[in-house]
C-alpha cells in the first residue's frame, strides 16, 4: 500500500493527532495501518511507513506499528542505506 504509492511524504495523507500514545495505536490497530506513533510537544501523532526521520522536529517515536501486510517491514527495506562505514 505504501511503497510506489507514496513517493515522497504527505503529512496531509499520512499524520494524524491523537491525545494519547494508546488512542494512536488503536488507530493504527483497529484499520490494520502499519505505521509509528509520534510522541510531539502537544500529543501524539500516527503517521505511515514514509515519515522522514526528522519531518516534526519535536517528535520522538514511541512505537512501530506493522500491520497484516507487513508495510512497515517493505518500507524499511526500500530505504537508503542511513549510514555506512
Given at each position: 500500500?505504501?511503497?510506489?504509492?507514496?513517493?515522497?511524504?504527505?503529512?496531509?495523507?499520512?499524520?494524524?493527532?491523537?491525545?494519547?500514545?494508546?488512542?494512536?495505536?488503536?488507530?493504527l490497530?483497529?484499520?490494520?495501518?502499519?505505521?509509528?506513533?509520534?510522541?510531539?510537544?502537544?500529543g501524539?501523532a500516527?503517521?505511515c511507513?514514509?515519515?522522514?526521520?526528522?519531518?516534526?522536529p519535536?517528535?520522538?517515536?514511541?512505537?512501530?506499528?506493522?500491520?497484516?501486510?507487513?508495510?512497515?517491514?517493505?518500507?524499511?527495506?526500500?530505504?537508503?542505506?542511513?549510514?555506512?562505514?
Amino acid at each position: 500500500m505504501y511503497s510506489g504509492v507514496m513517493s515522497e511524504w504527505n503529512y496531509t495523507k499520512c499524520a494524524e493527532p491523537f491525545e494519547s500514545e494508546e488512542e494512536a495505536l488503536g488507530y493504527l490497530q483497529d484499520k490494520d495501518f502499519a505505521g509509528y506513533v509520534l510522541k510531539r510537544d502537544h500529543g501524539f501523532a500516527a503517521v505511515c511507513p514514509t515519515y522522514p526521520d526528522g519531518y516534526y522536529p519535536d517528535a520522538v517515536v514511541v512505537a512501530e506499528v506493522e500491520n497484516s501486510k507487513r508495510e512497515l517491514a517493505a518500507e524499511k527495506k526500500s530505504l537508503p542505506v542511513q549510514s555506512c562505514c
